[in-house]
């Protein structure tokens, strides 16, 4: 009997992901806004206005504004099966609660999937936000085929998700995947949990930025902090700026040692990056993946691929989407 | 009719893994001696004398003296059924041939399984020796029941096996699990890749003499070689020694952020560690376990224990037959 229903199951969901007529909605829940679309496959067909995070008093407030905006797409898009919402924190899969997101007060031990399930009647499944952004890489983007994967955002922070296996690691506590908080130096900076030297201290926006100035001022040159931005930084590299090319070289140096480290622990076929500092290609990925040649054993890096990301700002919608609906008819 | 033989591989896999009569052989391969026993559960029944691995010419005349031993050993124990290897190097897992040993010259993609099998007529596995520690605290020692592991031993370097989702993790090229060789800082010492900073550059027993000796020379205090072995600081630290003392703590310190690095990863369960270092508890178990609250998010440590090895020195013969046995019989 077992057998016949997993070969029905085989069926409806094969049935349902072939379907071209089957949408499923991704939310992006910012620590600033939160972005909602209707998706199909690699396309986003609908968007709804984004929502003003730190404007809602409560969670509860919070919840049933994604639901009404949610609603308000499913007029349009009533085939749409399910909801994903990727969100900024530890947040358990399994059970659906937030047990905390970083830089939102108020959320500690929510029931977000119950509570949005009952606005919104319709099956909800919630995760990390870079967890989704992973998923969105590896089952749509530049890590399509791929078992074993690490991928990376580079911007205000650093934000990742693991693939091992053809699976998400999600660990014991669905904390796993924390790639910005580990550590390059045993001795270096202090960090946001009392830990020290964690790569999103050196290789976040605001410390490359903070970090460049110091050097331009160290070498005499007053530059403003405008100037500093990773795209100022790539022209001025480009231009043949000498300070500029040393910040990047600083960069790879800093970001290959945890690159090395996940290599070194998990072995992946491929590390995507993602994210602001990673459109500077020439500046980053060629490095990168000199030192790493250099520095890894043969094994690792014999067969290692750094890719540029494929998708950009919507990565964490379509991958909450996606991986709402794969979540729902059982695939990893 | 798959569902039926399904059935009834899992019926005789069941009569196989209880019966208590069936054995396996397990070869713990060393740098420089060859160890070997018969293994029935968490016994040794019989262990063959050790080979000297150095002794040997050649992969092939060493094999045959293994072969040799192993087939002395099956005339007492005719019951068993597979053998397993540990082996210090990259060895690929799948198809049975070592990629490269660390301190064994002349073994370059050598077919080890098939050489073996050839000699002994018994299906032969191999794997990293560290895996198979790792392998037999998960199935049978401090790790029995746990999902997500991390598994160490400390000696002269740093062994290490990782266990993901009720799964020994192998990664790409079976070459994952390398936590001696991951950096706890970026511009650190220089390590045997080419790598900067490896934990195992810091916290090998030499490593440990050295730095230690320095220490008390800067405080004006020489000390003989033989006096800097773990076992010596241990005894000095507890007696009152204030710089043994200190080694201690730097040694905690430095442990924890490679150890921090693996939880903000992998999000493990427990932590087990072994070896020489390992022995002194209170000095090294209880630091860690305080750093790693104070610096850890609180997902990440809320659940997470760290426990002293079940096993000594006999984990490799241990972990080696039991992988063989259950990976045999279609056991992760």
Sequence with gaps: MLFFLCNFYAVSYNRVMTNSAITSIGVDFGGTSIK???????????????????????PTELIKAIAQFVNMLRIKHPEAQVIGMGMPGFVNFYNGTVYTLTNVPGWHNVDVKELLQK?????????????????????????????HLVCLTLGTGVGSGIIINNELLRGAACAAGELGQTSIDYRGRLGHYGNHGSLEDYIGNREIAADARTLYANNGIDRAIVDCNPIALEKAALAGDAIAAQVWDGLAQKLSCALMNCCYLLNPEAIIIGGGVAKAKSLLFNPLMEIMKNQLAAPLVENLEILPAKFGTEAGTLGAATLALHTHFGEN
Tied chains: 1, 2.
Excluded at 38 to 52: C, D, M, Y
Excluded at 121 to 145: F, H, Q, S, T
């Design 36 to 58: 909602m679309g209707v998706v199909r496959g690699t396309e986003i067909l609908t968007t709804a206005p984004s929502i003003a995070t730190q404007e809602y008093s409560s």
């Design 119 to 147: 606005e919104c009647e319709l099956p909800v499944y919630i995760d990390n936000d870079a967890n989704c952004m992973a998923y969105a890489e590896w089952k749509l983007g530049a890590g399509k085929g791929k078992k």
